[in-house]
């Protein structure tokens, strides 16, 4: 049995990557076009083509973590080793050069590659730590629960200080210009994140351990052969892929949406309670909103199972999202845009951790069926899927944003067809992929009662070898 110990150990890993992973959602499709200066449709094709990269980076890293062998285990090793590399990269990804034009898109392109290659090879081995810190299914789902609860934790940290940072860095450096201000600022704030982030990525490496023993039975090939067969995985991969396409969408629309559709001067009293309404509160609220679903996750799958509990959940999520098109830019609506986003964000939270807690089923299925101890692989579509969910649902918004007129240019006054893109984009893109998300999973094999008989036959062969 895992110690409390452990698993918020194991929390502090997903704290860490998701306080940079919030950051790039969030902002660096803006930071990219409103302060590196690169023009949209450059920017999308940056998010799309360094996606291929990972299509051979991720798989890659999976059957590296699986074939190390040290007196630290499998996978937590990689924790250690790239914990420094991770941060460094992270500083690098929005720093601006004082380069041309073409340098600078260069630039661009590079760091980008290099960050996601090193997020793959802590992130891929973090992930596969899950299967093997323990060989029951629900203790993986309460286990990917404390992950995606600190996760949540770190976005709502980064998100809410996120523009406070920049502005303090801003003032720091005698400027006094206004949100989103100079290239420098973006660069030290990410310094003080990437430092939190070093330390947290240290301590999952301390206080984390690995129970199950498992080692290669086949060679790469069968392995890569296994998980082409591997239907579940590949239906799972599909859903949470465009999951994450969804979330990217959102998260990549808002600050162009309150840049333009709200503005930045918009302050809204709430139970006596007055705040600036702008994309730092929106997303702080998301964040916040994200926990209690977290907290339900374990429960609900207990009572629903895992399937029908992710299935539910993007029924909700496709009204939820239409309703955005529909809210008028005025007081009322403002709050009404607030409650939709808790409602969502809740949503999100649950959704989060059942996709790692399935890949862990996934896992022990292929180790029954193709006789594969292939968990890091396994757990790279994972990553890969998050990161490709990430660029896609990136580059089509900001494609989408050129061809609609979207005028980059600060301080510019958008034109109509510019604004109806924009609540099309916070509207009914995620709703439609939401549905093809919906449509994947309910193809979906591993239910309930069919992951209690693989666990079943997996621990008598486990037993009989001596790995747990």
């Avoid at 323990?134 to 995606?148: I, P, Q």
């Avoid at 080692?215 to 069968?222: A, F, G, M």
Wanted: hydrophobic letters at 50%.
């Amino acid at each position: 049995m895992a110690t409390l110990r452990e698993k918020i150990g194991y929390g502090f890993g997903d704290m860490a990557s998701s306080m940079f992973w919030k950051i790039f959602s969030a902002y660096l499709p803006f930071f990219y076009t409103n302060v590196f200066g690169l023009p949209l449709e450059l920017a999308a094709v940056l998010f799309l083509v360094t996606k291929l990269w990972d299509a051979v980076s991720d798989p890659m890293m999976g059957i590296l973590a699986d074939r190390t062998q040290t007196r630290w285990g499998k996978y937590r090793p990689w924790l250690l080793f790239m914990s420094i590399p991770f941060a460094l990269c992270g500083v690098l990804l929005l720093t601006t050069p004082d380069f041309g034009e073409t340098g600078k898109a260069v630039w661009a392109f590079a760091t980008y590659i290099l960050m996601m290659t090193i997020y793959t090879g802590i992130n891929v081995p973090y992930g596969s730590l899950l299967g093997v810190m323990t060989d029951d299914a629900d203790e993986k789902t309460v286990f990917s629960s404390y992950r995606m609860f600190f996760a949540y934790v770190g976005s709502f940290i980064v998100l809410g200080c996120w523009e406070h940072l920049l502005g303090f860095f801003n003032q720091f450096q005698g400027h006094n210009d206004v949100y989103p201000y100079d290239a420098k600022s973006w660069q030290y704030a990410m310094m003080a994140v990437a430092a939190v982030c070093l330390l947290l990525s240290l301590l999952t490496f301390l206080l984390t351990k690995e129970r199950v023993k498992t080692t290669p039975k086949s060679n790469v090939v069968e392995d890569l052969s296994s998980i082409l067969r591997n239907a579940p995985w590949w239906i799972l991969l599909g859903a949470v892929l465009f999951f994450n396409l969804m979330n990217a969408a959102r998260y990549t629309t808002i600050p162009y949406f309150f840049n333009d559709v709200i503005g930045n001067d918009v302050q809204l009293v709430i139970l006596g309670i007055a705040f600036a309404f702008t994309s730092s509160i929106f997303f702080l609220i998301g964040e916040i909103a994200n926990l209690p679903g977290v907290v339900a996750a374990t429960p609900l799958t207990r009572f629903l199972g895992k399937k029908s509990t992710f299935g539910w959940a993007l029924v909700l999520l496709v009204p939820l999202n239409i309703a955005f098109y529909f809210i008028p830019a005025t007081e009322t609506g403002y709050v009404v845009m607030l409650v939709l986003q808790v409602l969502v964000c809740i949503l999100t939270g649950v959704l989060s951790p059942l996709a790692w807690s399935m890949y862990a089923d996934i896992s022990d299925y292929a180790e029954l069926k193709f006789n594969t101890a292939s968990t890091g692989l396994i757990f790279s579509s994972s990553s890969m899927a998050q990161k490709f969910g990430g660029a896609f649902g990136s580059s089509v918004v900001m494609y989408l944003l050129a061809v609609v007129g979207y005028n980059t240019t600060e301080g510019a006054v958008q034109t109509p067809e510019a604004m109806h893109g924009l609540r099309v984009l916070m509207s009914w893109l995620p709703a439609g992929i939401s549905i093809i998300s919906l449509l994947f999973l309910l193809c979906y094999p591993l239910t309930t009662k069919k992951m209690r008989e693989i666990n079943a036959e997996l621990k008598k062969i486990r037993q009989a070898e001596g790995a747990i």
